[in-house]
């Protein structure tokens, strides 16, 4: 299944329970997630092949498009913000994920495809 997010997607933050609701770098990655995980709900509302059902090994496809090449992110505190805006979405949980392969590269809009696989 193929999905395409749109919008800039804020990289994995590290937080407490006390943090999330002081830290403007957490409340900032909370909302990038939700709005990630209700375009991965819209995906899914529209097709009937629910891969979190199955509970069976996964491989994950990423392609993050950007427009400058700053690269103020580590790549994998982004892997990271996908992998928990689809929990309980697209898997039942990120555990389920045994391959991940992911790039970044120039365009002109944040674009994001990711592509599951069942192992």
């Not at 996908?82 to 898997?91: L, M, Q, T």
Request: glycine residues 2%.
């Amino acid at each position: 299944m193929l999905f395409t997010i749109t919008g800039k997607i804020k990289p994995y933050v590290r937080m407490t329970q006390r943090s999330k609701f002081a830290n403007p770098q957490a409340q900032q990655y909370l909302a990038s997630k939700e709005a990630i995980a209700w375009q991965f709900k819209t995906a899914m509302a529209a097709d009937v092949h629910a891969f979190w059902a199955a509970r069976v090994p996964l491989k994950v496809d990423i392609v993050f498009t950007v427009p400058n090449r700053k690269n103020t992110c580590d790549i994998d505190n982004l892997i990271k913000a996908i992998f928990d805006a689809g929990n309980g979405i697209v898997w039942p949980d990120d555990r389920w994920i045994d391959a991940v392969s992911a790039r970044r590269r120039l365009s002109d809009d944040h674009i994001t495809t990711v592509e599951v696989h069942y192992v």
